[in-house]
């Protein structure tokens, strides 16, 4: 390492801002590694510095390159990722990372653009996914600024939000953590209602990938409901047979579960259901409107909008368990 590209790690780390910058101007490489792997663009990252992390973009750092050496403690962080795994409090350098990356890949800054190798390329493919599990709203509308695709689907055929809700329902036990994410779900769905109704098709998936769901097709709501929440309650099941001895950290856990159980079950599930059901009434009141869809042979335009409303009303707090079922999977 160079003396310049010291003082730059220095000042970074010490908050001097100024300087730091102008030690950037001086650089010969930007994308220069030190002895632990990192560019001067990860340690912006992890000081959420925002001017440093903006001058070493518009010199040509890379929010996505990958440590020469991999080793378990950085073989998935480019700063790009880095920055996503930060949470909430780097909200702004995550969108600022993700929008430099989207004038890369398209070409609106100055110099060809680099050549991605096969891993950097799956990792830009997964930013949606990875904005969702660990970001905020406004990093997954980032994510997907150039497309507006908020239902791309991984090499699993799951898009961000079936990825969310089975991370959310297999493995949290905070439910504060789990609140927050719903929270920022619904805003999500607010905007981009169609993740809704998209489905996982298992016919989808390559012979090599791991089985993401036992269901040959299913939306979000019918994976949770069908397999990933009865899956969890059997485990806590389990542990409240095995807990014979009173371990007092495993009761701490099996309370914590519970808890998160109950918000998916009795909460999170039944609002999830009734803003699906809320989408069909549309698409039913646009198919049968006589300027949009105008489809006179739907038995559905005998109804007026009060009749409409009235069978949905009746659809959302009726339906068994097997009719949601057959809706959903």
């Not at 510095?49 to 750092?61: E, F, I, K, Q």
């Not at 020469?68 to 930060?86: G, V």
């Not at 905070?174 to 981009?192: G, V, Y």
């Not at 009141?285 to 559905?300: D, K, P, Y």
Request: hydrophobic content about 40%; proline content about 5%.
């Amino acid at each position: 390492m160079g003396k310049l590209d010291a003082r730059l790690f220095s000042a970074i780390q010490e908050k001097e801002t100024a300087l730091a910058c102008s030690l950037v101007e001086q650089l010969g490489d930007v994308n220069y590694q030190n002895t632990s792997r990192h560019t001067a663009l990860h340690s912006s990252v992890q000081y959420n510095d925002l001017d440093v992390a903006s001058h070493l973009l518009n010199r040509g750092g890379n929010p996505m390159l990958m440590p020469k050496t991999l080793i378990h403690a950085n073989r998935h962080e480019c700063a790009l990722l880095m920055a996503m795994k930060m949470g909430r409090s780097h909200e702004a350098m995550q969108v600022l990372l993700l929008r430099a990356l989207q004038c890369t890949l398209f070409g609106e800054l100055p110099g060809s653009p680099p050549k991605w190798t096969p891993y950097e390329s799956r990792k830009i493919a997964l930013l949606p996914h990875y904005a969702i599990l660990w970001g905020t709203p406004k990093t997954f509308y980032a994510a997907i600024e150039h497309d507006g695709n908020a239902i791309p689907h991984s090499v699993d055929d799951t898009t961000p939000f079936m990825a969310l809700l089975r991370n959310l329902v297999t493995f949290e036990t905070d439910i504060l953590t789990c609140r927050e994410k719903m929270e920022d779900a619904w805003q999500i769905i607010s905007r981009h209602p169609e993740i809704l109704w998209d489905r996982y098709h298992a016919a989808n998936l390559t012979h090599d990938r791991p089985i993401f769901c036992t269901l040959k097709q299913c939306t979000t709501l019918g994976m949770v409901m069908c397999e990933t929440l009865p899956n969890r309650i059997a485990r806590h099941t389990v542990d409240v047979a095995r807990n014979m001895h009173y371990d007092l950290l495993l009761q701490e856990r099996m309370a914590r579960d519970a808890i998160v159980v109950d918000f998916f079950e009795n909460d999170a599930m039944p609002r999830l259901w009734g803003l699906m059901l809320q989408q069909m009434r549309i698409a039913m009141g646009m198919a049968t409107h006589t300027r949009l869809g105008n489809q006179l042979s739907c038995w559905v335009c005998i109804l007026g909008p009060d009749e409409m409303n009235m069978v949905f009303d009746v659809l959302q707090k009726s339906l068994t368990l097997a009719e949601k079922t057959f809706m959903v999977c």
